[in-house]
């Protein structure tokens, strides 16, 4: 065997482990340090309706059963196929559409109490995870539209059925912009 | 009174993907005489089975992936693909290679990845490159070009492409209409340590301007290249970077050590490289596609031919380098975004 | 910032203006009744400031804006209220509006000054307001209140006045007309501009085709030729769009996302400055302005001048009525415009044509077919804000919001250009709406997780204090009760 050949290839072989070695270093030193942070990155994506569909109690415990990888990540109607996708691009896990075991989604909708029937019995106010319904025992209750994430938590505790879901419609503002 | 809504613009130039493919079909034509006239007739034979393989590949994938069938039949993709595959191999292929090598273009090339649009590489090299890798004998066996020698005429041309064509056993006294290409016949005369001079002097192998024979193909490319750049089909960045890319190694190379480097002028009208600079390196969906972008993948082809030209072990490299550079394209796009009005570059 | 002479590419299109331009405009008698949109096309809902049954004047105030992107509505006509419709049922828009009966005296608002305005002996910051009292808009079909955008080029020292005549869409003209029969009061109104800006200068551009403009404005500015100028442009869509002609005159760009006001320019339509020029010299608001009524599916078209509220009827009338098979009618340029569901709407502030277009113009538009696209780069040479809009396109197909966004789907002007070009005939500034529709819904719903989140964190935080409290309550009760029952053994006693 050619001697030559041997020591060239080991030359090779070391100057390939260098380059690389370098390369990896500078790597490692430039690029932001592979933290712990996937809960909250999960979590960032959920959609914080906290309505406990996924059966986990609250968006974040979810955020860290998928971090364990106990969850999949198709257990989220409220966020839907987005969030989905969203969840499968941060993970790098194949996108699916969400388990119809957990729920269906919908378009966003908020809960709306209806004042004649409310009796102010006031037990949807601790089963709302949002503190969005105001009231007290024997006043009658509202349900602030702005920070109600449409959990439906509230509904089966109401011992009268006056707390109704409705769907948000958006202002479409698509305007036109103009040249001239 | 009531109208109909519509979103604007309201109006459109009716540009459209047919009327862009038949101008490419329209000026591969010149191509095609001139082949004709040099190579023989080949070139109509391979035409004809690539088109009716490509479509009909193109129809039952369009059925398996349950598309409609009839818009994308008739956008003419299809077609420049089978014709750019025709115009690339050589004359003499049997046609059941030019089959298969059509149908992995259009099946492996474009509809494995989604059809129309994206394919991340050129379907017609996808398509050569696997016949070169298989069938490389088949695939580097050209005909003397015509008038090279004065032993054949065109008509024994004919004769000889018909044989081959169908697949038959070529008469060993033909044995002389056929061989390497130019580019071929130096590598192999450098490797068997002729000098340059000595091929050059053979007079088969270099004619006026470029490889014998070819150079003429290569004129009729141009010529249809520069009408398409007329048309604006084409824009310059991707030929003039292709070019750049071969010929100026070429030159300085030659330029060093005549001996062992061809010229830059015998490199561009030599074997694919006008058709492959302005109509295969060119292919809008494969390329990339930012100006400068464009620069960078032009050059890269460019540069990939001549080291394949020079040191690799095939003739021709060009199907290697586009394929190549096609790998290359997200990185090309990530990296050339052009500066966006009113923003600083980034 | 960088500098550049002219903004990217664009387009170069057939004009279809000329001989109606020459043409002199023509007034359009009012008709009996107007309908006032509450929403002007600046995209604000005006309140309405009268009551069914009241009478007005003309110029008097009959809606006002709730904020300062809304421009005060003034009544065209004298007549009674007769309906505020909250939707108006011949509108698909769905807008609002005002209907007036008029009497036909056509009586000006007794409230309203008369005569002239010594606009040099008002403060500019008066100015400011009292264009604003005048309703002044931007005619050149945003809407957009005058007053308010001085407003903020004051506040950011905008020194230099640009009036942009530069008219670049197809088929409109009104501008050229107005330029050419009333170029003294283009350069009036710039005065009047100039001094509520305080400005140094003020250039007035023009797109090279419209030679007959170019010199009866040259002629009108001559005696303030020193700080009045008038500057050519090439006539390249999209020439008009404000940054772009910034760039183009002054040789700089307007950041992304900022204002002209950022590189110390005002840009004002030639038609506004002659609105403001209108008001200077008589007191009454802006109650009318010109419109082009074109397209192959009018029978003569030509520029009217029309009062607000004239339904768009009256004024295809005016042009001889329909012609052919008119199957859209477009508020604006072929290019931008919006297409209007019916002709009964009354005129707007921000509708400066009206193109009647027939199946001759829409041809290659309605028969198109959309194909995937091809990466063939017409789009990206042609997008006049640098774009790579088949880039845009892919990562916004893909739902890819990050790409969208650095590709530059907020940079887009919507001019139409690259819709144009595509030979894969992909309605490309329609998908691009669509893609910002959508990344704004998703950071509407970004916005109401972060607020739910925190509202649940702090929920639960306090949940668990309140469990801890009472744990704690707990123990110390225990222990009192231990302290008084056993207090030598606290360790043993369960």
Not at chain 3, 37 to 43: K, P, Y
Not at chain 3, 72 to 90: P, Y
Not at chain 3, 107 to 117: C, K, N, V, Y
Not at chain 3, 427 to 450: G, Q, S, V
Request: aromatic share 6%; net charge neutral; glycine share 8%.
């Amino acid at each position: 065997m050619n001697v030559e050949a041997v020591w060239l290839a080991c030359a090779v072989a070391a100057a390939l482990a260098a380059v690389c070695g370098i390369a990896l270093g500078l790597a490692a030193s430039r690029l932001p340090p592979a933290t712990n942070r996937l809960v909250e990155q999960i979590d960032a994506l959920l959609p914080q309706t906290q309505c406990g569909q996924c059966q986990f109690p609250g968006c974040r415990p979810y955020a860290e059963a998928i971090a364990r990888g106990e969850a999949e990540i198709d257990r989220c109607p409220p966020g839907g196929e987005t969030t989905v996708r969203a969840l499968a691009a941060l993970l790098d896990r194949p996108a699916r559409p969400v388990d119809p075991a957990y729920g269906t989604t919908q378009g966003l909708r908020v809960a709306v109490i209806d004042e004649e029937r409310c009796i102010g019995c006031a037990r949807c106010l601790p089963a709302c995870p949002v503190d969005a319904i105001v009231g007290a025992h024997r006043y009658m209750h509202t349900v602030l539209a702005e920070q109600c994430t449409g959990c439906e938590l509230c509904v089966a505790p109401c011992p009268v059925d006056c707390i109704a879901m409705r769907p948000v419609t958006v202002a479409a503002a698509a305007r036109w912009t103009r040249a001239a | 009174m009531r109208f109909d809504t519509s979103p604007a613009p309201h109006v459109i130039a009716g540009y459209s993907v047919p009327r862009v493919m038949f101008q490419v079909l329209l000026a591969l034509v010149p191509v095609a005489v001139v082949q004709v006239v040099v190579l023989g007739p080949g070139l109509l034979l391979q035409v004809a089975v690539a088109s009716v393989t490509a479509l009909v590949c193109e129809a039952l994938a369009l059925r398996w992936r349950q598309r409609p069938s009839l818009p994308t039949l008739r956008d003419g993709s299809v077609l420049v693909t089978a014709v750019l595959l025709a115009s690339s191999v050589t004359p003499l292929l049997p046609w059941w290679l030019t089959v298969l090598g059509t149908a992995f273009a259009v099946l492996l090339g474009k509809h494995a990845f989604g059809g129309l649009g994206q394919n991340p590489f050129n379907p017609a090299m996808v398509g050569y490159a696997i016949l070169l890798v298989s069938f490389p004998a088949e695939m580097t066996r050209w005909p003397v070009p015509f008038g090279v020698d004065d032993s054949h005429g065109w008509g024994e041309l004919a004769r000889l492409t018909l044989t081959s064509f169908y697949g038959g056993a070529v008469d060993p006294a033909w044995d002389g209409y056929t061989g390497a290409t130019a580019l071929d016949s130096i590598r192999n005369g450098l490797e068997q340590r002729y000098t340059m001079a000595e091929l050059l002097a053979r007079g088969e192998v270099v004619g006026t301007l470029g490889a014998r024979g070819f150079e003429w193909i290569n004129f009729a490319a141009l010529a249809g290249g520069l009408y398409l750049m007329a048309r604006g089909i084409v824009r310059w960045q991707i030929p003039a970077a292709v070019l750049a890319g071969l010929l100026l190694p070429a030159l300085v190379a030659h330029a060093l050590d005549p001996g062992a480097y061809l010229g830059p002028l015998t490199h561009a009208f030599a074997g694919a490289t006008m058709l492959g600079a302005f109509f295969i390196a060119t292919d809008p969906v494969s390329a990339a596609t930012s100006d400068r972008g464009r620069l960078w993948y032009g050059a890269g082809i460019g540069l990939l031919v001549w080291v394949i030209r020079t040191w690799g072990g095939y003739p021709d490299g060009f199907a290697f380098a586009v394929l190549l550079m096609n790998v290359a394209v997200p990185l090309l796009d990530r990296y050339t975004v052009p500066r966006i009005y009113g923003r600083a570059r980034d | 910032m960088t500098t550049r002479n002219e903004f990217p590419s664009g387009l170069v299109l057939d004009a279809h203006k000329q001989p109606v331009a020459a043409e002199p405009i023509l007034d359009v008698a009012p008709p009996a009744r107007l309908r006032f949109a509450l929403d002007q096309g600046s995209g604000v809902v005006l309140e309405p400031a009268v009551a069914v049954g009241d009478v007005v004047a003309i110029g008097s105030v009959i809606a006002r804006p709730s904020d300062d992107f809304g421009a005060v509505l003034h009544a065209s006509a004298s007549g009674r209220v007769i309906a505020i419709e909250s939707h108006d049922a011949t509108n698909d828009d769905g807008g609002p509006c005002i209907v007036v009966e008029n009497d036909g005296r056509d009586t000006p608002d007794p409230a309203l000054p008369r005569g002239p305005i010594d606009y040099t002996a008002l403060d500019p910051a008066t100015l400011v307001d009292r264009l604003r009292e005048a309703g002044i808009a931007g005619l050149g079909g945003a809407g957009f209140p005058t007053a308010t955008k001085l407003a903020t080029a004051r506040a950011r020292s905008a020194r230099r006045l640009l009036l942009n005549g530069a008219e670049c869409e197809p088929w409109i003209c009104c501008d050229d007309a107005l330029m050419r029969a009333e170029a003294d009061d283009v350069v009036l109104g710039g005065r009047v501009l100039m001094r509520a800006l305080e400005a140094e200068s003020c250039v007035i551009a023009i797109e090279d085709d419209k030679p007959a403009a170019i010199d009866a404005l040259r002629a009108a500015a001559q005696s303030a030729a020193d700080t009045i100028t008038v500057e050519i442009v090439p006539a390249v869509y999209p020439q008009g769009a404000e940054r772009q002609l910034v760039t183009a005159v002054f040789g700089v760009e307007v950041p992304a996302r900022g204002l002209p006001a950022d590189v110390g320019v005002t840009c004002q339509n030639v038609a506004t400055a002659a609105a403001v020029a209108r008001w200077a010299r008589s007191g009454v608001p802006l109650v009318t302005r010109v419109v082009t009524v074109t397209g192959s599916g009018v029978s003569r078209p030509l520029n009217v001048r029309a009062r607000f509220g004239t339904p768009l009827a009256t004024l295809v009338e005016a042009a001889g009525g329909y012609r052919g098979e008119p199957l859209r009618l477009i508020a604006g340029g072929n290019m931008t415009g919006r297409a209007l569901a019916t002709d009964e709407v009354g005129l707007t502030k921000s509708i400066n044509t009206l193109f009647v277009a027939t199946h001759q113009d829409l041809a290659a538009r309605l028969a198109a077919v959309e194909v995937a696209c091809i990466r063939c780069g017409n789009c990206a040479d042609v997008c006049p804000a640098g774009l790579l809009p088949q880039e845009i396109h892919r990562t916004a197909l893909a739902r890819d919001a990050d790409g969208a966004v650095r590709f530059g789907v907020w940079d887009c002007i919507d001019c139409g250009c690259c819709d144009y070009v595509c030979p894969s005939q992909i309605p490309l500034a329609l998908r691009f709406r669509e893609a910002r529709e959508w990344l704004r819904e998703r950071d509407r719903a970004a916005a109401r997780a972060a607020v739910a989140r925190t509202r649940h964190e702090r929920r639960e935080r306090r949940l668990q204090e309140a469990v801890a409290a009472e744990q704690r309550a707990f123990d110390v009760a225990r222990q009192q009760a231990r302290g008084e029952s056993a207090p030598t053994d606290p360790g043993t006693a369960t």
